[in-house]
């Protein structure tokens, strides 16, 4: 009797404290989680979702170029299109103040109560929006023909002359590589 009440007392204490380990990682993740939600429900949110939006729709195309999926390079050219649109609408609010996402950015001097300074970079905003639109939807266009590197060499033009000139203007400036990283040709 004495080794079966030794074994149940230890089978307890396991048991015990298996399930103070499995609460904590599980209330660890929950800390972890909200965390996130809190740093991405900033006043800013909308707009970093929405090009978070475009990039992974970006990311697709790349995808489907790679692959030779013809069908879906044209499905995400469209959505990117599609959200790219609506930029215009998330960074410049009709009857609403601008918002913060200007001084965020990274943009040093930028006065958001002055009404010229903020349709000269709406004006720039909406180069930008246009450039991308009709860069996606050519990349939509070419996809049509099935060449993968007509395609491809449209969509790295988007990149280059669009996406990060664009981010080049309103981002903070983009760390450089590290001395380990330039050695190695990173």
């Not at 103070?20 to 660890?28: K, R």
């Not at 692959?67 to 044209?74: A, P």
């Not at 939509?140 to 990060?164: G, H, P, W």
Request: proline content about 3%; hydrophobic content about 40%; aromatic content about 8%.
């Amino acid at each position: 009797m004495r080794k079966k009440g030794k074994k149940r007392a230890i089978m307890v204490i396991v048991s015990f404290i298996a399930l103070i380990s499995v609460l904590g990682v599980f209330m660890g993740g929950i800390a972890s989680g909200k965390d996130i939600e809190k740093k991405h429900t900033a006043e800013y949110a909308p707009i970093r979702s929405l090009m978070f939006i475009i990039s992974s729709h970006t990311s697709n195309i790349l995808d489907a170029i790679m692959m030779g999926d013809y069908d879906s390079v044209k499905k995400e050219a469209e959505v990117v299109v599609e959200k790219s649109e609506s930029l215009l609408k998330s960074f410049f609010p009709e009857g609403e103040p601008v918002g913060k996402w200007m001084e965020d950015a990274g943009i040093s001097g930028l006065d958001q109560n002055n009404p010229k300074v903020v349709q000269a970079v709406k004006d720039d905003v909406e180069k930008y929006v246009l450039k991308i639109t009709s860069s996606a939807k050519k990349i939509a266009e070419i996809s049509t023909k099935q060449n993968i590197a007509e395609t491809y060499n449209n969509f790295d033009l988007m990149l280059r002359d669009v996406c990060f000139k664009c981010h080049e203007t309103y981002r903070a400036k983009w760390p450089e590589w590290p001395e380990w990283m330039r050695i190695g040709g990173g």
